[in-house]
């Protein structure tokens, strides 16, 4: 099976740009998200407390504003997942799955995150850390 395509943060970040220039050109037209953070209003204050949660362990330059559909479904699986006495078991299976994509796709298994590289000062200039300084979870959930 072939090997997922990688962000183009990750790449540059690797340095792998410097090594075929002609990587980075194919992705010129490439869209660059906004960054994002803020919680939908519609999700229930459970739900709100658990994006809150979720973001916060989200690892800078990984996500954007168009992420965030996806994030929410996320939140949504994690909450469910909390809850699954209420769900038959096929459902759970099926739900634990779909969760276990996302955390992937957004780096937040051991083993994603190991592919996700990134200098000491990332945090610093993150866009996305000034909105999770300035949005607490008490913030979110207002």
């Not at 362990?57 to 559909?69: I, N, R, T, Y």
């Not at 939140?75 to 969760?99: A, W």
């Not at 995150?113 to 949005?135: F, N, Y």
Request: a positive charge.
């Amino acid at each position: 099976m072939p090997e997922r395509r990688k962000p183009t943060a990750i790449l540059e970040r690797s340095g792998a740009f410097a090594k075929n220039p002609q990587r980075k050109r194919a992705r010129a037209n490439e869209p660059i998200p906004r960054p994002f953070g803020n919680c939908p209003a519609h999700l229930s204050s459970t739900d709100k407390k658990i994006w809150a949660e979720l973001f916060a362990k989200l690892q800078p330059g990984v996500a954007g504003d168009s992420d965030e559909m996806a994030f929410e479904v996320l939140v949504c699986l994690v909450g469910n997942f909390r809850h699954r006495e209420k769900l038959q078991l096929p459902q759970v299976i099926g739900e634990v799955s779909q969760m276990n994509l996302l955390f992937s796709k957004f780096g937040m298994t051991p083993a994603d995150r190991s592919r996700v590289t990134g200098s000491p000062d990332d945090r610093a200039s993150d866009p996305l850390e000034s909105i999770r300084r300035a949005k607490t979870a008490s913030d979110i959930v207002q």
